[in-house]
């Protein structure tokens, strides 16, 4: 699924990046220390690097990447697969005609440039950084040193807070003398939000946990206020993706409500640029398969339905339309904080029993078979489990046997003694339940934690698990 999204995200983008341009690019090179073989242009998008033109370097370190199609302004590097793919950054965009020279041993003080005043601004930065750094990190070793001196250490703070300010007072300046310069957007947003003083009666009894909540919501708040969601440049550098993921990752709370609400937000904010708008959408999409954490599926069926199936990417295609409505529909039903579908099932016995009619503090429903190499550990495990600790704790297990023939299974029942009144041993001998869509049974075994009201409180647990998570919340109701 995920690398069917990512995919079709990736083509239909570069479909649609370059429709409309025909001034071409060119830009000659000269790399001493390098000749007679291949390198590549290529450029940042998101958190993944795509090359875009090859170019062969003659015995002089000469050569040139050229097209008939203009480039999308980012960030560009040419890498050199000889050197183990050493590469140096450039910026393309208004100025797609220029030349340049640098020397491998040391790319970015070397460097001369002409034809692109962009290229010799970003160039003159990143020459100011490398300096700034490498003073920055001789006082923060010299203070690390002294930390027990206070004099020491008041003297290298006040060095490093002066080259703190330099380093802000030359952001600044290229932000006002080069407005439109793709490295005026990347500087602008590397900038710290600066968080104003909450304000709180000092003799407050919870000044610091108010302070502290003040401090974060103004933070998340203003997060991105220093990207442009407008620019689909940004796309193509490195700063955009690490900022979103940071946010998404970092700052907000791995909750699915929590980022349902904020995902909604960014979108938002990125419907000011077509292609900003599909890379957040996409992400978002994305995130529940890239996220290993409990319930985000919810934040994949949310996302799905109220952009994807309601035409709003209008770069997804049927046949992807139809397979994630499919995988929507076999999520939904049992998303955690759901009331767990109901199973009308018989038993060995010829019994019927409904999983909803259990009367139980905790009801784990484990799907399972016989021939299932996993199962045959599992299983036994779980009963194990559940006769010396977990019946005591209020807790029935519903087992589902997903097969028909139900030799293999009573005789498994039989052989292991999975037999008490707690223990629920049950199937759907005609397939009437609709089980295996209800609970997206796809392996086994798969196995559901649900309250005394059948809510899903987990889902896709290993036997291990459970009790863990048992624990976990009778604790928490202690405490309540």
Known sequence: MKKYILLLFVVSFSLVSFAGKAKGYKIKFKINGVKDTIVYLGHYYGDKKFAVDTATVDNKGQGVFQGKKSLDGGIYFIIMPSMHNTFFEIIIDKDQDFELQTDTSDFISTMKIKGSEENTVFNNYQKFMIKKSGESAKYRKALTKNKANKDSTDFYKAKIKKIDNEVQSYWANIEKKYPDYLIAKVVKSMEEIKIPDANIDKNNPKKDSLEWAFKYQYYKKHFFDNIDFGDARM???????????????????????????????????????????????????????????????????????????????SWADSTFLSKLSDRVTKLKP?????????????????????????????????????????????????????????????????AVYTQIEEQPWTDFIEQHELIDEKWINAYDKYNFSNFRNLYDIYSTPTIYLLDKDKKIIAKRLDVEQIQKMIDRLEKENNKK
């Open 235 to 313: 796309l193509r550098t490195p700063i955009f993706y690490n900022k979103l993921n940071t946010y998404v990752t970092k700052i907000l709370i791995q909750n699915p409500d929590t980022l349902i609400k904020e995902a909604h937000k960014m979108i938002k904010k990125a419907e000011a640029d077509t292609n900003v708008y599909r890379y957040v959408l996409v992400y978002w999409l994305n995130y529940y398969e890239e996220s290993h954490l409990m319930g985000m599926d919810k934040l994949f069926v949310d996302i799905a339905e109220n952009y994807y199936l309601k035409g709003k990417a």
């Open 334 to 398: 049992n998303l955690v904080g759901n009331i767990a579908p109901d199973l009308k099932l018989e038993t060995p016995s010829g019994k019927y029993v409904r999983l909803l009619e259990v009367d139980s503090k905790y009801t784990v429903v484990i799907f399972w078979e016989p021939h299932c190499g996993h199962c045959k550990k599992a299983v036994p495990k779980l009963f194990k489990e559940f006769k010396e600790d977990l019946k005591a704790k209020g807790v029935t297990v519903f």
